[in-house]
């Protein structure tokens, strides 16, 4: 069974970083995708970032483009997200999910919250 397991959420003020981690195990196809979505208290899920392991493209939604930065190992088929100058609307639960194969796998979720 494929997991996903992120780690690195925490509690930050404005304009502070942090960055987070997603591992996955029992994962062996070759040809995925893998990224970050987040989900606010209220809203909708929001695609934020993702990478792809084939050709190393990258995309960033408008509200975190020039803030946070996608990397990946794909040796550990693991993926980063490293936060910077967060704002309190970055507040929210962060999932790592995998597409693959037309299958998506998703994180427990990690929480961010950035204080005013």
């Known amino acids: 069974e494929v997991q996903l397991v992120e780690s690195g959420g925490g509690l930050v003020q404005a304009g502070g970083s942090l960055r987070l981690s997603c591992a996955a195990s029992e994962f062996t196809d070759d040809d995925y995708t893998i990224g970050w979505f987040r989900q606010a208290p209220g809203k909708g899920q929001e695609g934020i970032s993702c990478?792809?392991?084939?050709?190393?493209?990258?995309y960033y939604a408008d509200s975190v483009k020039g803030r946070f930065t996608i990397s990946s190992d794909n040796a550990k088929k693991t993926v980063y997200l490293q936060m910077n100058a967060l704002k309190p609307e970055d507040t929210a639960v962060y999932f790592c999910?995998?597409?693959?194969?037309?299958?998506?796998?998703w994180g427990q979720g990690t929480q961010v919250t950035v204080s005013s």
């Open positions: 999910n995998i597409f693959a194969n037309y299958v998506d796998y």
């Open positions: 990478i792809s392991n084939r050709d190393g493209r990258t």
